[in-house]
C-alpha cells in the first residue's frame, strides 16, 4: 500500500538532526543496532504523523513557551503505527511549529526527563506569524 502524502513539509532543523543521530547513536550502543532501527522507524513514523495533522490528538500546544505556535508529540503516540517490532518505551518527544502555510519545522527531538525552556533551538526565541488561512 502506498504512503500518503502529507499535507505539510516537515522541515528538520539543524539541531533536530543533531538530536537524532545522538539518540540513535546512544541506542545503539546500549540496546544494539536492531534496537536503533526500531527507534528510527518510531522517528520516522513520529515525523509522518505531525505531517499528516500538526494538531493531532496528544499533541500538546506550548503557551508557556511564549512562541508561537510551539507544540510538542511524544514518540510514544506513534507506536501503533509503525510496522514490525515496537519500541517498548520511547522516552522522546518533538518539538515544532507551523512555520508558514503547509510547513512544519521540528526545532528539536528531546528526552522527556529534560527542561524544554532550556533546550531551544536560538530561532525558537522569536516570535513567527503564522497565516492559518487555508487554500480553497
Excluded: C, N
Excluded at 61 to 86: C, D, F, K, N
Excluded at 109 to 117: C, G, K
Amino acid at each position: 500500500m502506498p504512503k500518503r502524502q502529507s499535507p505539510f513539509e516537515v522541515r528538520i532543523s539543524l539541531e533536530a538532526r543533531r538530536d537524532v543521530r545522538a539518540i540513535l547513536a546512544w541506542s545503539e550502543k546500549e540496546f544494539g543496532k536492531k534496537a536503533a532501527l526500531h527507534y528510527a522507524a518510531l522517528l520516522t513514523q513520529a515525523l509522518r504523523d505531525i505531517g499528516q495533522d500538526p494538531e493531532r490528538p496528544g499533541s500538546t500546544e506550548r503557551p508557556e513557551m511564549m512562541i508561537e505556535g510551539a507544540r510538542t508529540y511524544h514518540l510514544e503516540l506513534s507506536r501503533g503505527r509503525v510496522e514490525g517490532q515496537s519500541v517498548k518505551a520511547p522516552r522522546h518527544f518533538l518539538l515544532y511549529r507551523r512555520r508558514g502555510e503547509g510547513v512544519i519545522e521540528v526545532g528539536r527531538v528531546i528526552h522527556d526527563a529534560r527542561d524544554l525552556q532550556r533546550q531551544l533551538p536560538e530561532e525558537y526565541r522569536f516570535p513567527v506569524r503564522v497565516d492559518r488561512q487555508t487554500k480553497t
